[in-house]
C-alpha cells in the first residue's frame, strides 16, 4: 500500500495538469492542421498552409526577433543577478535571508502595475527625463519609451529575481573553503572566480538563463505597453491571430513552434542539471 | 641549531571579543613533523589559517626562511594547506585538480604532466585520474586533496586534521602513509588535530594549544611522560589525579599516605599527584606510593585489562592498566582488595 501513496497523492496535480494544460495543448496542436474558414471560423479539413506560412520570411523575422530579445534580456539578468546573488551569498549569513526577500519583493506586486511603472519612469516628461532636466540637461533626451530597449528593461527587471534564487541556490552551497583552495594554491582572486566559482556554479547560471529567455520569448504584455506596437514579438503575434485576425489555426501553428522551443531549452536545461547533479547522487 | 624554517614570534588574533591566539611563540624546523593539539576552540585552525595566510595577525611575526611573511597574501606564499573538506574542485577531475596549482605557477604542460603523473603514483590513483571528486571514496578523496598540496613542492605543507573524515581503521592505515609520504618527500609537515593518538603517533613533536595560549611543546615522549600542567596530564592519554597536600616535603593523601612525586609542590599547597594507569603495579608494601583498593570493576581489553580500584585515597576511581600476563598472573574479580604501588619516577605533582 506504501508503494501507492505517492500515486494518490499526486492524481489531483496530474489530473488537474491533464484537464487544462494537456488537453488544451492537444487541441492547439490539432487547431494547427486545419483550415481557417471564410469568416472567422475553423473548417475542418486538414492542410498545412499553417505551418508552412510560420517559415515565411516576414513570420520566420518575427521569431528570430523575439529570440533575440529573449536572448539579450536573458544575458542582461544573468549578469546582474548573478553578481547580486554572489553579493547575497558572500554576506553574512543571518543577512542573507533578509536580503534574498527584498530581491524577490518585486514579485508581490501586479506584473501589470510594475510595466506600468515603467512607462512613468521612461515617458518624454517621466521621472529620467524630469531628473535629467533637475540637474540641468537642457538639451533633447534620445527616445526610451517604445523602443527594443524599453522592453528589454522590461522583461529584464520582471524575470531578475527568478535569476538571482536560481544563482544563489549553487552558491550558497559552495563550499567556501573551495575557493580558499584555489588562493592556497596560486590563484589569484579573478583566476580562482573563472576557474573554480564560475564552473561549479553553471547550472544555477543555465537555469536563470533559460528561464528568462523562455519567459520572455513568448511575453506579450511587455512588448504591448513598452513596445507600444512599434514591433512585435511572437507572443504578440499569436495574440493577435486569436483575438483580433480571427486566424485560430495560423495562432495554434505558431503557438505549436513556441511551444517547441521553449520545451527543447527546458529538457537541455533540466539535462544539464540533472548530468551535473546526477554524478553527486553517486556517492 | 640552524635557523629554524619557521618562527612563531609573539602571534596574536582577536575575534571581536574573544581573543583567538594569544601571543605563541614556537619554532618549526626543517624537515619536522609538527603537530598542533588541542580542543576546539583552542586557537589551533585560527593559527594554520595564518601560516596558510587567510587570517592576518594582530600582532607578533610569521617568520618563513627568515622573511616574515604575516602580511603575504595565501597566493604568495610557499605554503600550502590540505583543508579539513579537502575542498576538492567538484568540476575537475583528479589529475585537473592536482595539475590546477602548477598551472597557477605558470609551469611549461609537459612539466605539469610528469609531476601530476609521478604524484599520482606516489597516491596509488593513477588509474583513477580522469574521476571527479564525487565518484571517489572518502579516502581516495583525502589522497588526492594530499597529492594537490604535495605536488607544489611547498616549505611547509599545512594539514587541517587531514585524518578527521575517515574511518578508524583507515585513519591507523593513513597515519603511517602520511609519515612515510612526508618522510619520502622531505617537506615539513604542520598537522591540526584535537585527537592526541594521532598526535603521538605521527609528530616528531607536539605542541599543545589551550585558550589560545601554547601549554607545552616537546616530542610525543616528553607530552606524555613529564606533563607540564594538570591540563596537558589530563588532555593526553587517561591519568590518575589523587588529591594531596604538600606538609613537610612530601605530598599526604586524604586518608594520610604519603606520594612521592618526581617533583613536589610550594610548602602547605594542595594539589594532585597524577600517574598513569599502566605505571601502577600490584603488590608491594604499605609505604609510599602505595594504597590499599577495592576492585568495583574489570574490563578486559585484549591487551590489557582495565581495573577500575575504589581506594579512600582518592574519591575517584583509580584506573589501572594490567598487562595480560600481570592479569593472568594474579586473577583479580570485582570485591577484591589488593595492595598496589607505583615509583615516584612515575609521579607528577600539580597544583590545583
Known amino acids: 500500500m506504501t508503494d501507492r501513496k505517492p500515486l494518490y497523492l499526486m492524481t489531483p496535480a496530474l489530473a488537474w495538469l491533464t484537464a487544462f494544460m494537456v488537453v488544451p495543448c ?85 506584473y501589470l502595475v510594475r510595466t506600468y511603472a515603467w512607462i512613468v519612469m521612461l515617458n518624454r516628461e517621466g521621472l529620467i527625463a524630469g531628473i535629467a532636466h533637475g540637474l540641468g540637461w537642457g538639451g533633447e533626451l534620445p527616445k526610451m519609451l517604445y523602443t527594443e530597449s524599453a522592453v528589454v528593461i522590461g522583461l529584464v527587471y520582471n524575470y531578475l529575481p527568478f535569476v538571482i534564487l536560481a544563482c544563489y541556490a549553487p552558491l550558497s552551497r559552495l563550499n567556501p573553503e573551495i575557493a580558499e583552495a584555489s588562493r592556497d594554491l596560486g590563484a ?4 580562482t572566480f573563472r576557474r573554480v566559482i564560475l564552473p561549479a556554479t553553471v547550472p544555477g547560471i543555465a537555469t536563470g538563463f533559460v528561464f528568462v529567455f523562455v519567459l520572455s520569448i513568448g511575453n506579450f504584455v511587455t512588448p504591448a505597453l513598452l513596445g507600444g506596437g512599434q514591433f512585435q514579438m511572437i507572443g504578440n503575434l499569436i495574440y493577435a491571430q486569436f483575438l483580433t485576425a480571427n486566424d485560430w489555426p495560423f495562432g495554434a501553428a505558431l503557438s505549436i513552434f513556441l511551444i517547441a522551443i521553449m520545451m527543447g531549452l527546458l529538457t537541455l536545461q533540466t539535462f544539464a542539471t540533472e548530468r551535473a547533479s546526477g554524478a553527486r547522487r553517486e556517492e | 641549531m640552524t635557523q629554524p624554517l619557521l618562527t612563531i614570534r609573539g602571534v596574536e588574533k582577536r575575534f571581536g571579543a574573544v581573543q583567538a591566539i594569544d601571543g605563541i611563540d614556537l619554532d618549526i624546523q626543517e624537515n619536522e613533523f609538527f603537530a598542533l593539539l588541542g580542543a576546539s576552540g583552542s586557537g589551533k585552525t585560527t593559527l594554520l589559517r595564518m601560516l596558510a595566510g587567510f587570517e592576518l595577525p594582530d600582532g607578533g ?36 585538480n592536482i595539475a590546477y596549482g602548477l598551472e597557477m605557477e605558470k609551469l611549461p604542460k609537459a612539466q605539469i604532466k610528469s609531476r601530476v603523473d609521478e ?102 615522549h616528553e607530552i606524555y611522560e613529564q606533563p607540564q600542567s594538570r591540563f596537558a596530564a589530563d588532555f593526553i592519554g587517561v591519568m590518575n589525579f589523587i588529591p594531596v597536600r604538600e606538609e613537610g616535603g612530601k605530598l599526604r593523601a586524604a586518608d594520610g599516605s604519603i606520594i612521592a612525586a618526581a617533583a613536589s609542590l610550594e610548602p602547605g599547597q594542595a594539589g594532585v599527584a597524577a600517574v598513569r594507569p599502566e605505571r601502577l603495579r600490584i603488590g608491594g ?22 581495573v577500575h580500584l575504589k581506594s579512600p585515597a582518592s574519591p575517584d576511581p583509580v584506573l589501572m592498566r594490567l598487562t595480560a600476563d600481570a592479569a593472568e598472573a594474579r586473577p583479580l574479580k570485582a570485591g577484591d582488595s589488593v595492595t598496589i604501588h607505583w615509583t615516584a619516577r612515575d609521579t607528577r605533582a600539580f597544583p590545583v
Not at chain 2, 593513477?126 to 594537490?148: E, F, I, T, Y
Not at chain 2, 594539514?159 to 609520504?181: F, W
Open chain 1, 26 to 110: 492537444l487541441l492547439i496542436l490539432a487547431l494547427g492542421f486545419f483550415r481557417r474558414g471564410i469568416y472567422g471560423g475553423i473548417e475542418y479539413t486538414f492542410t498545412l498552409e499553417n505551418i508552412a506560412l510560420v517559415f515565411d520570411p516576414l513570420y520566420a523575422g518575427i521569431f528570430l526577433k523575439s529570440a533575440m530579445i529573449a536572448g539579450l534580456s536573458a544575458l542582461i539578468a544573468v549578469v546582474i543577478g548573478y553578481a547580486a546573488a554572489y553579493a547575497i551569498a558572500a554576506a553574512p549569513q543571518r543577512r542573507q535571508a533578509t536580503l534574498l526577500f527584498f530581491a524577490v519583493l518585486p514579485f508581490w506586486s501586479n
Open chain 2, 285 to 306: 608494601a604499605a609505604g609510599e606510593n602505595s594504597l590499599i583498593g577495592t576492585v568495583t570493576a574489570t574490563a578486559y581489553h585484549g591487551l590489557d585489562l582495565q
Open chain 1, 188 to 191: 589569484s582572486g579573478w583566476t
Open chain 2, 119 to 220: 604524484i599520482l603514483e606516489v597516491i596509488q590513483l593513477a588509474h583513477l585520474a580522469a574521476r571527479k571528486p564525487d565518484q571517489l571514496s572518502g579516502g581516495q578523496r583525502q589522497r588526492v586533496a594530499l597529492a594537490r598540496a604535495l605536488v607544489k613542492r611547498p616549505r611547509l605543507l599545512l594539514l587541517d586534521e587531514p585524518l578527521g573524515a575517515l574511518d578508524k581503521k583507515l585513519r591507523g592505515e593513513m597515519q603511517l602513509e602520511l609519515k612515510r609520504i612526508q618522510h619520502e618527500f622531505g617537506i615539513t609537515f604542520i598537522i591540526v588535530t584535537h585527537d592526541q593518538e594521532e598526535a603521538l603517533v605521527m609528530a616528531d613533536r607536539v605542541a599543545i594549544l589551550q585558550d589560545g595560549k601554547l601549554l607545552q611543546c616537546g616530542t610525543p
Open chain 2, 61 to 96: 611575526q610569521i617568520i618563513l626562511d627568515g622573511k616574515d611573511v604575516s602580511r603575504v597574501p595565501p597566493n604568495h606564499r610557499p605554503v600550502n594547506l590540505m583543508f579539513q573538506s579537502y575542498a576538492l574542485f567538484p568540476h575537475m577531475s583528479v589529475a585537473q
